[in-house]
């Protein structure tokens, strides 16, 4: 069965022939031939409408990553012959095992990607579980924590009422007391009565009532804590809390000097005041901690 063959040479195989030949080789080749029936199933075979066999190998084949045939290629096949093919049959057979043999390629790295893509899907699958886990892990502890923390805070949060009942009725002053039962008594001002009587219980002092100092390390207004302080200060101390104690105190010492005037910043000595140590005096009474600073 008589057929057209239309193929390509590339340069080399130009080249090559011309010079074996000693003539001019065209880059586009057309011959006719007989061709057996099985290659009419070719996917380079087309038939015109009047019967006539041709086969255009001059256009390259796609071949896509999973190793078939298609518009959106990773490679591709012919369309050049790198060499002069002895008939168009040949040079058919000759791309048609190209095709075959790039598609098995591409078949087998794509099969490759596959199997590594699985492989990290299932380590990520993994990770993802055991991060899972241990977020899980981290929220029931974290729980409870909360939940002790929460009994722990009603309990504190029971005993402080309890507190301010019970203050609030040995205090002997009806109206505050029916001025509580009628829940009309604000909350801060009960606990600051408290932290009055706690600290006159104590002996201490008024607390400070003005305090201006800067944050700038430059600034010779300050006020920083000290371990020691002079001795007629430490006298000042006990003189004010008395031996032993009148109560249980836990106290931070601090040098300062206030800024005079405004207590806008100037690095001016004169600005500021001169050196005063003062006490920040933390008592505990009952399931409340009051803290005052005094001048000593």
């Not at 096949?77 to 058919?92: I, R, T």
């Not at 201006?212 to 101390?237: L, N, S």
């Not at 010492?253 to 910043?265: A, P």
Request: glycine content about 6%.
């Amino acid at each position: 069965m008589q057929a057209t063959f239309t193929f390509c040479l590339s340069e080399a195989a130009q080249r090559a022939q011309m010079m074996a030949t000693g003539q001019p080789v065209a880059r586009k080749q057309t011959t006719t031939e007989d061709v057996p029936v099985d290659w009419l199933t070719s996917r380079f075979c087309n038939i015109s409408p009047e019967g006539r066999i041709s086969f255009d190998l001059t256009q390259a084949t796609h071949i896509s990553e999973n190793g078939r045939i298609g518009s959106y290629s990773w490679n591709h096949v012919g369309p050049e012959l790198d060499a002069q093919p002895a008939s168009g049959l040949e040079a058919l057979q000759t791309l048609t095992d190209a095709i075959v043999a790039e598609c098995a390629k591409q078949s087998a790295a794509y099969a490759v990607r596959q199997a590594e893509i699985a492989e990290e899907n299932k380590r990520r699958a993994v990770e993802e579980a055991q991060r899972q886990a241990r977020w899980a892990e981290e929220k029931r502890v974290k729980d409870e924590a909360d939940a002790i923390a929460k009994i722990a805070a009603d309990a504190k949060e029971a005993l402080k009422t309890a507190a301010i009942d019970a203050f609030v009725a040995a205090s002997g002053d009806a109206m505050l007391i029916q001025q509580h039962e009628d829940g009309l008594l604000c909350r801060r001002t009960i606990i600051a009565r408290m932290a009055g009587a706690a600290f006159d219980a104590a002996g201490l002092p008024a607390a400070v009532s003005r305090l201006t100092v800067c944050e700038d390390v430059d600034c010779p207004c300050r006020d920083y804590g000290v371990r020691c302080i002079p001795p007629e200060v430490y006298a000042r101390w006990k003189a004010i809390t008395g031996e032993p104690p009148a109560a249980e105190l836990t106290v931070e010492f601090h040098s300062v000097r206030q800024c005079n005037g405004d207590g806008y910043y100037d690095d001016d000595e004169d600005r500021a005041g001169p050196v005063e140590y003062h006490a920040v005096v933390t008592i505990q009474s009952g399931p409340f901690e009051f803290v005052r600073r005094i001048l000593l």
